[in-house]
């Protein structure tokens, strides 16, 4: 009789080429280990598949070529993947190991905590689902669908930081199918999903498309502004139903700090017709920033009584409370979120007349053009919006990074304005002003700078993409390597790494560490750059990474 493969190992034991640390998760259809990879000395996160997964040839097949395929996807937000195969008769997946928590473990947090009721804070929920949302929009791109996106596939790292600065990574990638494969499992009658967040399609067993993934979406962020997912039912099979035929339920019978528009947008992404969901992540995410700018909503920090009114009940299960969710990596955990008893109010309580004319104030305002400064979503550390300010450039930045406009340019970064000039022009001056500012405070030479030409320009080759940059007075005397084909907000083009040497160097910074990101718009010719000191590059790569993956660009 052949030996069952297995996933359960101990410490110190090797596979193919990992050594297990310790262990993390285990789910419904995969455990999860802190591994170091033997070969490069870096540790992952080693997950190791079910033994009834590996025994479909069906199965294996598809998820090392799923794999490689998300693998390929350079996308900040969606988890690294460094291999994957079968060893020992065990399916395998290494991966960034991510120091912190998955969103189910934050919610649960939340759960405990009296005035919170499980819910994120508009900043907070903001943050993470516009990387989430980042991360879907370039999957769907190259043809992945995620068919489970929920609470424990979305990592935050840094359990420490404030939640709107923490990076998020979209995981569980290896578990997905192209969009033009076949629906379903392997197997009849069972789906790959989580019950709280499938989309009506994925129970009916028609194909699977990136508005699938939209509508789970949108169950994971009813919950997170909530604190329950959207149909919590006391079985399986009535939660199932629920997804396919009841109401949508709205946020604002939950929160009153939150304005009607959510629940049309967040309405609108649970549709049971995909046909009617919208046709992007990145349109939720757009739709909701409008619906919120009309009525900033009210944040309280963590410590501090909560604007939001505690939900309306849940039915007590049945015999014992269900577990709550647990994934960390992605295990592929199943169990249902847990349920909470609260009482319900005889009728939704009506927002005050004050409010109605508070809104009505609000969009006078806007209609008069009179609202222009950016807005920002909270004062305790939330990143900003920039709204109107680097048109027709839009992105999110930290709150200290502050608006520089200059000739044809605009810089984000928490540095004098006239800094600006290092990239513009080199002058001399500009030089001696940063040496200045890293002398004083060398934290604060980092950033961003933004330029857009309304020239288009051939940059087919990376040799014409190399001559576009030189052209720049900056960096006519500093060597340059060769640009290597990148894409920004769905747009391609090219990328350049390097040191922007000082001509006139009295000391330091005698260099400057930049990444150069040139990309072909319909209208014209957009530029990017990062920038840092060359020791402090690699500590701005989250912060770097994040902003990359908000920026949108002029597609007109």
């Given at each position: 009789m052949p030996t069952q493969p297995r996933i359960t190992l101990e410490p110190g034991e090797e596979l193919a080429g990992y050594r297990i640390e310790s262990f993390i998760a285990r789910g419904g259809m995969a455990v999860v280990y802190l591994a170091r990879d033997l070969s490069l000395g870096r540790p992952v996160a080693l997950k190791l598949l079910a033994p009834e997964l590996t025994s479909h040839a069906n199965f294996r097949a598809r998820f090392?070529?799923?794999?490689?395929?998300?693998?390929?996807?350079?996308?900040?937000?969606?988890?690294?993947?460094?291999?994957?195969?079968?060893?020992?008769?065990?399916?395998?997946?290494?991966?960034?190991?991510?120091?912190?928590?998955?969103?189910?473990?934050?919610?649960?947090?939340?759960?405990?905590?009296?005035?919170?009721?499980?819910?994120?804070?508009?900043?907070?929920?903001?943050?993470?689902?516009?990387?989430?949302?980042?991360a879907l929009d370039a999957a769907h791109g190259v043809g992945l669908v995620h068919r489970d996106v929920k609470p424990g596939n979305i990592l935050l790292s840094g359990a420490d930081e404030p939640v709107p600065a923490r990076h998020v990574y979209l995981t569980d990638f290896g578990l997905t199918k192209r969009s033009a494969s076949l629906t379903g499992f392997t197997t009849a009658g069972h789906f790959l999903g989580t019950i709280a967040y499938v989309a009506p399609e994925q129970i009916a067993g028609?194909?699977?498309?990136?508005?699938?993934?939209?509508?789970?979406?949108?169950?994971?962020?009813?919950?997170?502004?909530?604190?329950q997912p959207p149909f919590v039912r006391d079985d399986d099979a009535a939660t199932?139903?629920?997804?396919?035929?009841?109401?949508?339920?709205?946020?604002?019978?939950?929160?009153?700090?939150?304005?009607h528009g959510v629940d049309t947008v967040l309405n609108r992404a649970m549709a049971p017709d995909p046909e009617e969901r919208q046709p992007s992540c990145r349109v939720v995410i757009e739709e909701l920033r409008q619906v919120l700018r009309v009525t900033p909503p009210i944040t309280v920090p963590e410590t501090s009584s909560a604007e939001s009114r505690t939900p309306p009940p849940i039915p007590p299960p049945p015999g014992p409370a269900p577990k709550p969710p647990s994934s960390d990596h992605g295990a592929g955990a199943e169990d249902p979120p847990s349920r909470r008893q609260r009482t319900r109010p005889h009728a939704p309580r009506r927002r005050p007349p004050r409010r109605v004319l508070a809104l009505l104030a609000a969009l006078i305002v806007l209609v008069a053009g009179v609202v222009t400064a950016v807005f920002t979503f909270q004062s305790d550390g939330s990143w900003v919006d920039t709204g109107t300010q680097a048109s027709p450039f839009r992105l999110e930045h930290p709150p200290n990074w502050t608006h520089h406009p200059g000739t044809g340019a605009v810089m984000y970064a928490d540095t004098p304005d006239h800094l600006i000039g290092i990239f513009t022009d080199g002058d001399k001056e500009q030089w001696q002003r940063?040496?200045?500012?890293?002398?004083?405070?060398?934290?604060?030479?980092?950033?961003?700078?933004?330029?857009?030409?309304?020239?288009?320009?051939?940059?087919?080759?990376?040799?014409?993409?190399?001559?576009?940059?030189?052209?720049?007075?900056?960096?006519?005397?500093?060597?340059?390597?060769?640009?290597?084909?990148?894409?920004?907000?769905?747009?391609?083009?090219?990328?350049?790494?390097?040191?922007?040497?000082?001509?006139?160097?009295?000391?330091?910074?005698?260099?400057?560490?930049?990444?150069?990101y040139l990309l072909s718009?319909?209208?014209?010719?957009?530029?990017?750059?990062?920038?840092?000191?060359?020791?402090?590059?690699?500590?701005?790569?989250?912060?770097?990474?994040?902003?990359?993956?908000?920026?949108q660009l002029p597609k007109d």
């Open positions: 090392v070529r799923e794999s490689e395929l998300a693998a390929s996807v350079d996308h900040p937000n969606i988890l690294p993947i460094y291999g994957a195969g079968e060893a020992d008769g065990v399916l395998y997946i290494a991966m960034r190991y991510v120091d912190g928590e998955d969103l189910g473990q934050l919610l649960n947090r939340r759960a405990q905590m009296p005035q919170r009721h499980g819910q994120l804070t508009v900043a907070e929920a903001m943050s993470l689902f516009t990387q989430a949302a980042g028609r194909t699977a498309g990136g508005r699938t993934d939209i509508y789970s979406l949108g169950c994971v962020m009813f919950q997170a502004l909530t604190g199932l139903w629920a997804h396919m035929s009841a109401a949508r339920p709205k946020v604002s019978d939950y929160r009153d700090d939150l304005p940063a040496e200045k500012v890293v002398d004083e405070a060398p934290d604060k030479l980092a950033g961003i700078m933004l330029r857009y030409t309304e020239e288009p320009l051939n940059l087919s080759t990376s040799t014409q993409a190399a001559e576009v940059i030189r052209a720049i007075p900056a960096f006519r005397q500093t060597r340059l390597g060769n640009p290597v084909p990148d894409r920004v907000d769905g747009v391609t083009g090219w990328r350049l790494d390097g040191t922007l040497a000082n001509p006139n160097s009295t000391g330091t910074p005698d260099r400057i560490a930049y990444s150069y718009v319909p209208s014209g010719t957009a530029h990017l750059v990062f920038f840092a000191l060359p020791d402090r590059m690699e500590k701005q790569d989250d912060t770097f990474a994040r902003v990359r993956s908000t920026i």
